[in-house]
């Protein structure tokens, strides 16, 4: 048994899961057993470590004994240089796994990027995490791909070799959003020249404000007619652009009218929103072939379930000419559990 600290560190706030793992090597995996969770506000701390010494205090009340975990592994908002530090995207925080180890005690600390943590949680769901939208073929000696859309769109993918499985973190959002309709032309050039860029990448257009700038692009061209509530919450949102704080965000308020039919705008929003995707998730399964399956985590499309459901994402997942039928293989999964970051730090503790 090994005694494991994990945690999903972001601007908003800080999960902190003390966990004891025990290898089962008939199986070649890592059994998992939560003894104490809890999540803090991240801009009430100054710092990581004094987050961790008050939830190790809270534990050691909890289970009436100091617990003094072996390993930790930090899932991070931010960009990792060398493995080791990261400045946080959110919070002035400046994070240095070496100096955490010496003021935490603990002997081996391991900062990863957020979606790096989601890859190795994906290891650590159960059927019950899942919500299957094709079956396809299963191959277990091939990759295993995640794409994820949340406040930016993440894609990795994982291979195994022998017992061991390595995750490999990529900057495939960063390609180019490649239209596949004359609306989406529009919406290109729209983008284009709206922030006077010479290029758009696709997490420009699938992702938290990938949603709002496709209600943009419509609203603006007048494809239906915009309710006061939700242009209101829109345009006090784009006053806020480039202030230090934004207290608004339109993309979730926009998501639940679409899902409740209750605006046109926002349903057309989704329509184009969820066809992208399924595009971009096609293209990640044609670069990898991953049988071993493809899982749509982020935390968009569990809230948007029935929309990812209707048929539209996969049809354009599957909209690749001859290559249709490898696609119809690939098994695909949509992540419910939103935990799924903060085990995936546990795993990757559990194999430092």
Request: glycine share 10%; net charge negative.
């Amino acid at each position: 048994m090994k005694l494991l600290l994990a945690g999903d560190i972001g601007g908003t706030k800080t999960i902190l899961q003390l966990v004891e793992a025990k290898r089962e090597e008939s199986k070649g995996a890592v059994e998992l057993r939560s003894l104490h969770e809890n999540f803090y506000s991240s801009h009430d701390f100054p710092d990581l470590v004094p987050i961790v010494q008050k939830f190790l205090e809270e534990a050691n009340q909890k289970l009436g004994q100091q617990p003094k975990p072996e390993k930790a592994c930090f899932a991070i908002a931010g960009p990792i240089v060398n493995n080791t530090t990261v400045k946080l995207t959110n919070l002035p925080w400046m994070l240095d796994a070496k100096l955490l180890e010496n003021e935490l005690g603990v002997s081996k600390i391991s900062l990863i990027n957020d979606f790096e943590a989601v890859g190795y949680g994906i290891l650590g769901l159960t059927a019950d995490d899942l919500e299957t939208l094709q079956a396809g073929e299963t191959k277990t000696d091939t990759p295993i791909a995640v794409i994820g859309a949340g406040t930016g769109l993440g894609e990795c993918f994982l291979l195994r070799g022998g017992d061991t499985i390595r995750m490999y973190a990529t900057e495939g959002s960063h390609g180019d959003f490649a239209p596949r309709s004359e609306l989406e032309f529009h919406l290109l050039k729209y983008l284009l020249a709206k922030h006077s860029i010479d290029r758009v990448s696709v997490e420009r257009v699938v992702s938290g404000q990938g949603i709002v700038s496709i209600y943009q692009f419509l609203r603006d061209r007048q494809s239906a007619t915009e309710s006061p509530e939700i242009g209101e919450v829109v345009r006090n949102w784009e006053k806020e652009i480039g202030s230090s704080k934004i207290t608004q965000d339109p993309g979730p308020l926009i998501g639940k009218a679409a899902l409740n039919k209750s605006d046109r705008l926002c349903e057309q929003t989704l329509e184009i929103f969820v066809e992208a995707y399924g595009a971009e998730a096609g293209n990640l399964a044609l670069k990898l072939l991953p049988y071993s399956g493809l899982y749509i985590a982020g935390g968009i499309a569990a809230k948007i379930l029935p929309l990812m459901k209707s048929g539209s994402f996969m049809e354009a997942f599957h909209r690749k000419g001859r290559m249709r039928g490898l696609l119809e293989k690939v098994p695909v999964h949509i992540v419910l559990n939103s935990n799924v970051g903060l085990i995936g730090a546990a795993i990757r503790a559990s194999n430092l």
